[in-house]
């Protein structure tokens, strides 16, 4: 759910897997991270954070193992994996395209 | 092979871990929401929020926990699969709790559906599956027509087919062969077998590779070389042991030993469906088996001997227009190389017949297979629409019952497509358990059907045990409809989306009487006591038209008769000590006590085969026209054998038989006079009767006129005979007649002994190839057996029919008393006797039942008028058949009124008031 702004499709999924390249994070985690580096700007709700997870963790991007955190509680905890990551850099050179692209287009426009 | 990318195979991997530990992951789902929510808590309270605020705040953010698992199992591939198999797993739990309900549902559904795989496997072995043959579109019959008569067409002779296979430019590969019959000696005891015999490339052409061993040489096909080698088939292989030494060893045929050098592949039945041949033998070997059917011993090589059936295959791409038109050419080559042999012949490709092998043209109206395979599966649907209309009142009635669980299903905001959907999958678990025990009723009615047709058939039959993917298919269809028609239709209607409906259900039991008579159970019960009428009368005709044909009285005699047949070609003897053997034989059983009267014939009575010649009025009579008669060459004696009457003129005398007296005279019978001498005056008459292609036609004076005897039962009326004396004609396969004074089949069959013994003595080689009394020769034949199978069969489908639409009836009247208890309560509480109640309830059944005896009776008149075309002596009415029907299913019907009426008499008021 993002309240801001529209996710563009497939942004969510790029958002997550950049989120995990530095560090492995629980689900508020990374629903926390995402809106701290956005400034705020997507906030995402477990609505879309969960069936995202799950369909990166389907292809293999991801991976989820139970943990602890500080205070004891169990939490899942998500990891970058090999293929994610190759998956990470593919996707962030194809937005940066695409981006590139899109602000051409509305430059020339406006 | 297919390359299967990784992600593939890990989503299938992922998908093949979820379905099998499905609720492993559910649970894991629900843990990982548990601790995100837990944390989210956490997180707020971190924030400064009271543990409340908190909670509060994360439950906002949270939009149900419910929510976020179903959009993540959304997420997940093979969400659909898994919401699926989800429904048939809950549908089976719920199928577990009613076993009863289920067991009844399955057993009817298998009837249903078994019914209709079992014949449904028939057609598709005869009609539809592909024959064992390489790429069978390619492969062809080649067809020599004449051109000034399109209709008319002849087998190749040697020469002709060597030509044609050599310079034509459209097969790929051009066989030759033709079936015969050949004698198949093991020890003492001869065997008729069927035997292909073939071109040195027919294998080839069909596309197959042998079993075991090698194909015939060009060496053994040329005609006349007379090297005895043999191919025997896979199914004759298999019944003498699957001997692993089987190459090599030798085989006594037609009195030759004959080497086996090969073993046909299992499953080939040539260019025809079901039956194979024993036998291949090479073209070479042609003058050792063409028999007397054939008029044999003409050499093969003679381009005037037309023999031969050709089946091509064409090459890759090509048109059947484009190669009839290069075929043409070359036949026109051919007409102008020789004359005298190929005057007006055009050769033609068609697609070959399955169900025969012909030198002529015909598909058998292969166009019209999808309306034969109607007409065979319409009697079954039938069946399969009554087990369906039964299933629905089931459905419908366990559906009352489950009203508060779906009206609770409703009101939480299950959409009514779910609950349709989850209704219907149980209908089709339903079906697909009825469909595999449907599989198993049908293929072990099949293994029964087929071993009766093998023991009336000279052929060996095959017939895959296993189900293939037609039949499986099908059954799959018979299951998808008969859901459709008991699933579907009460799932709509109950999962409508009207809460208050069970209430209105009762007001409408409640309602006036004819509105209740014709509520929506009691219409589909109606609909099956008709459709089981219909049935019940159809099978009354079969079984009728079956006890008739057993009880046949064919023109001839029957119960002091025995008969022989034997054939000295099938050890090889020449037609001169065949002539010496019937010469010797004769008198010899005339001379054995016990027999007062022998008769030699070519052709048997209901021995599955006639030949039809045409016969006409000899020049300088005018009246008639030409009749097609049934032929027989017989001694003297015949007609005072069998005792068919002799009703003006003669018999023949024994200087006309044996002698081969110039005199040329014939025999016919009162169909046959009445035909071509409406006058009544046959005798001293001349005809012409066809000597054989190319020949002058034999002019015979008529000499005698007899009685007119049947030959089949099944394929119409009885046709005109015309009888020669045999002597003047010789034909090596010959059946003997027998009559004996001894009554009582015990007696009898010591005096077949006797017969057996003199022709031992006669010849101790020559072949016996059936030696029985005439009435067991008469119940082993094809005709009274498709008689009975088809009662056997339609009196299954009658009995099955009767006892789901009983079931019905009962079921719907039990549900009926039961809804009601609360009203009869009521009635009997306001002074209402037993009695009245029970004929308050018995009533109503017995007007469901009336009206459908009603319908049910337009509709079995309806198929009898059809079935009176097709059955042996069964009129459209038939009041007994009809009345027997209607009488049975009346009075089990009355029963399964009765019995639930009882227990509504016995409905106590105040019981019945408190269970509200």
Known sequence: MARSAELLQGTLDLLILRTLELRSLHGVGIADRIEQVTHGVFIVGPGSLFPALHRLAERGWIEGQWGELENGRRAKFYALTAPGRAQLSKEKRNWRKVFTAMNQALGEES | MFWFPASWLQKAASLFRRLRNRDQAEQELDD???????????????????????????????????????????????????????????????????????????????????????????????????????????????????????????????????DLRDRNSVFSSLAAHNLTQAGLTTGDTTHRVFADVVSSNYFATAGVALFKGRTFTDAEEKPDAGIPVAIVSYPYWEKHGSDP????????????????????????????????????????????????????????????????????????????????????????????????????????????????????????????????????????????????????????????????????????????????????????????????AGLLIASWGNALLIRSLVSVIPFDVVFPSRPDIRVLAATMAFCLLSTMVFGLWPAWRLSRPDVSMDLKARGEDAGEASRRLFSRRNVLVMAQISLSLMMLAVSGLFVRSAMRAEDVKPGFSIEHELVAEVDPSLAGYSEIRGRQIYAALLPRLQNTPGVESVALAWMVPFGGSTVVEPIRPAAGSPQGGEVFAEYNIVTEDYFKTLGIPLLL???????????????????????????????????????????????????????????????????????????????????????????????????????????????????????????????????????????????????????????????????VRVYTVARRTHEIGIRMALGASSADTRRMILREGLMVTAIGLVCGLVLALAIGRILAGFLYDVRAVDAAVLLSAILLLAAVATLACYLPARKAARVDPVVALRYE
Request: charged share 20%; net charge positive; glycine share 10%.
């Open chain 2, 32 to 162: 990982e929401v548990q601790a995100y929510f837990a944390i989210l808590i956490e997180r707020n309270m971190a924030r400064g929020l009271s543990r409340e605020d908190a909670a509060r705040a994360a439950r906002i953010e949270f939009e149900g926990p419910e929510q976020v698992k179903h959009k993540v199992r959304e997420a997940r591939t093979g969400a659909v699969m898994e919401s699926i198999l989800r429904d048939i797993g809950y549908a089976a739990r719920i199928l577990r709790k009613a076993p009863g309900f289920t067991a009844v549902a399955v057993l009817t559904l298998a009837l249903g559906i078994g019914a209709n795989t079992t014949i449904f496997s028939l057609a598709n072995v005869v009609l539809l599956k592909p024959l064992k043959i390489n790429n069978p579109q390619e492969v062809v019959g080649c067809y020599s027509v004449d051109t000034h008569n399109p209709g008319v067409s002849r087998a190749f002779s040697y020469p002709n087919y060597a």
């Open chain 2, 245 to 436: 030494e089987q190459l090599g060893k030798t085989l006594r045929i037609n009195g030759r030993t004959f080497t086996v050098i090969g073993i046909a592949p299992e499953g080939f039945t040539g260019t025809t469906a079901l039956v194979s041949s024993d036998l291949y033998l090479p073209l070479g070997t042609y003058s050792f088996l063409a028999n007397e059917l054939e008029e044999g011993g003409q050499s093969l090589s003679l381009r005037a001997n037309a023999r031969l059936i050709l089946i091509g295959r064409l090459k890759p791409g090509l048109a059947q227009r484009d190669a009839d038109a290069q075929l043409a050419l070359l036949a026109s080559q051919m007409e102008k190389a020789y004359p005298a042999d190929n005057k007006n012949q055009t050769f033609v490709v068609h697609p070959l017949n399955r169900l025969s092998i012909s030198p002529n043209p015909d598909t058998n109206g292969a166009e019209s297979v999808p309306l034969v395979i109607l007409a065979m599966m319409s009697l079954p649907a039938v069946v399969l629409l009554i087990a369906s209309l039964n299933l629905a009142n089931m459905m419908l009635a366990r559906g009352a019952a489950r009203h508060k669980e779906i009206a609770i299903r409703l009101a939480i905001g299950g959409g009514r497509g779910r609950i349709v959907r989850q209704l219907c999958t149980e209908g089709f678990l339903l079906a697909i358990l009825g469909g595999a």
């Open chain 2, 649 to 811: 003129g003669r018999s023949f005398l024994p200087s006309e038989t044996f002698s081969g007296s110039p005199q040329r005279v014939a025999v016919i019978d009162k169909l046959a006079a009445e035909r071509l001498w409406p006058n009544g005056d046959a005798v001293g008459k001349h005809l012409h009767a066809d000597a054989g292609p190319g020949k002058p036609p034999d002019e015979l004076e008529v000499v005698g006129v007899v009685g007119t005897v049947q030959e089949r039962i099944v394929g119409g009326e009885s046709r005109p005979d015309i009888y020669v004396p045999f002597g003047q004609y010789y034909r090596a396969d010959t059946h003997i007649h027998l009559k004996v004074s001894a009554s009582g089949r015990e007696a009898q069959i010591r005096t077949l002994e006797t017969v057996r013994r003199k022709i031992r003595e006669v010849d101790a080689g020559l072949p016996v190839l059936e030696l029985k009394t005439l009435r067991d020769h008469l119940d082993g034949s094809l005709d009274l057996w498709v008689e009975e199978t088809g009662a056997r069969i339609l009196g299954m489908f009658g009995a099955i029919a009767l006892l789901l639409a009983v079931i019905g009836l009962y079921g």
